[in-house]
């Protein structure tokens, strides 16, 4: 296995690590509502709220990212590029959702570019 797809598995580990932590936090908001038929929306709001958006935030991207990766491996043009990029994009990642939990202006927008960095490297190993 590729050293990126070793790295799209820990990507995959991490969104398996924040939709437990945003289910975790949003049943302790509302409660059994959330085991409901849910026909009124409740809006998350505070650290729950905020880690959803976050999960959401990264199954937004994890699509391009899983696809560049997988392009990667099967044209076998992974390289040096390819490498960084896969790791800018775990590592934002990884510091997103902390960044976001945090609500400093910035943080997260910061740690949005390295992941948004990191799929742009992967696209121009794929390409060039």
């Not at 959702?97 to 927008?109: E, K, N, Q």
Request: charged residues 10%; without cysteine; aromatic residues 14%.
């Amino acid at each position: 296995m590729t050293s990126e797809l070793w790295v799209l598995t820990g990507v995959i580990v991490l969104a398996l690590a924040q939709v437990s932590l945003a289910t975790f936090w949003a049943q302790a908001q509302l409660g059994n509502w959330r085991v409901g038929p849910r026909d009124e929306p409740r809006p998350l709001t505070g650290v729950a709220g905020r880690l959803d958006r976050a999960y959401k935030n990264l199954l937004e991207t994890l699509p391009w990212f899983a696809a560049l990766v997988l392009l990667l491996h099967l044209t076998e043009r992974g390289g040096q590029l390819s490498l960084i990029g896969a790791h800018l994009y775990f590592w934002g990642r990884v510091g997103y959702a902390p960044a976001y939990i945090t609500g400093i202006p910035w943080f997260r927008t910061v740690f949005w570019w390295v992941s948004m960095v990191g799929i742009v490297l992967l696209l121009v190993e794929v390409v060039v």
